[in-house]
């Protein structure tokens, strides 16, 4: 073996064939679906309604209470579907009836030719109801719509 001066350190250099970069490759924050800020907005008012704090949801569902307020912040990376769940499973709301009333809000937006998130806000609570998607006295489900777009 030759000889190697004690202070001899190597260096990693990457060399990648044919490719460039420039600015406009860099990354960019990627921005939300329509039915993801839907989802986003119908569980946020979900838990405003039913104060259960962001660090209680993170305690109960083994998720820390800065992901759960980037979930419903609208930060990115959006929230899974098992983030979701998990979130509305502890506000006792059905992440389904979510989906399905996000579904709609979106295809009501697009149909409209709103943006969706100022479509869905006054549409979330109902006048049997104090919360939006949690079962009333009776046990029927409230958090419809009462008002058809």
Not at 94 to 109: F, G, P, T, Y
Request: aromatic share 6%; with cysteine.
């Amino acid at each position: 073996m030759g000889y190697r001066p004690a202070a001899f350190k190597p260096k990693w250099i990457a060399w990648l064939p044919k490719w460039v970069y420039d600015d406009s490759m860099a990354r960019k924050k990627k921005e939300l679906e329509p039915i993801d800020n839907a989802m986003r907005e119908l569980l946020k008012e979900a838990v405003t309604a039913s104060g259960v704090t962001h660090t209680q949801i993170g305690k109960r569902v083994g998720m820390s209470q800065n992901r759960v307020s980037t979930i419903l912040r609208g930060a990115t990376p959006p929230a899974s579907l098992g983030e979701l769940y998990m979130i509305a499973d502890v506000i006792g709301v059905s992440v389904s009836q979510l989906i399905v009333e996000a579904e709609r809000e979106v295809k009501h937006a697009e149909s409209e030719g709103q943006s969706v998130v100022d479509d869905i806000a006054p549409l979330l609570h109902s006048s049997e109801c104090g919360a939006p998607f949690v079962g009333n006295q009776s046990g029927q489900e409230c958090g419809k719509r009462t008002s058809q777009g």
